[in-house]
């Protein structure tokens, strides 16, 4: 069985919030940039967040102030916190780094701050009603 690299998604109803989780391996934890970022079918890919190893955070203006990416280096794990979600939030949500081998690469986003990161799970869906 094929552990789901992202996980947390869900569907709620406009102004909730859902935890997305990333489970990563030491090498990817170790990346300088690691992101998450949403695809909406006929839509470019949207880079929304990313953390770098300085721990210094990005966001993308549509969502500051309601989504926070943070993550545990012990736990191999990087999270987004989505709060006050909009209809406009749903989509699938993929984590990404720079780190990601070729082969297991399914895509991509740019983010403001990290550049290009690319993302190797299968995503968790979101879709906010209301």
């Known amino acids: 069985q094929v552990q789901s690299v992202e996980s947390g998604g869900g569907s709620v109803q406009a102004g909730g919030s859902l935890r997305l989780s990333c489970q990563a391996s030491h090498y990817t934890m170790d990346s300088y940039c690691m992101g998450w970022f949403r695809r909406v079918p006929g839509e470019k890919r949207e880079g929304l967040a990313a953390l770098d190893v300085d721990g210094i955070s990005s966001y993308v203006d549509s969502v500051k102030g309601r989504f926070a990416i943070s993550k545990d280096n012990a736990k191999k794990i990087l999270y987004l916190q989505m709060n006050d979600l909009k209809p406009e939030d749903s989509g699938m949500y993929y984590c990404?780094?720079?780190?990601?081998?070729?082969?297991?690469?399914?895509?991509?986003?740019?983010?403001?701050?990290?550049?290009?990161?690319?993302?190797w799970g299968q995503g968790t869906l979101v879709t906010v009603s209301g």
């Open positions: 990404a780094s720079d780190r990601t081998e070729m082969e297991k690469r399914v895509g991509y986003a740019q983010f403001p701050r990290c550049g290009a990161l690319d993302a």
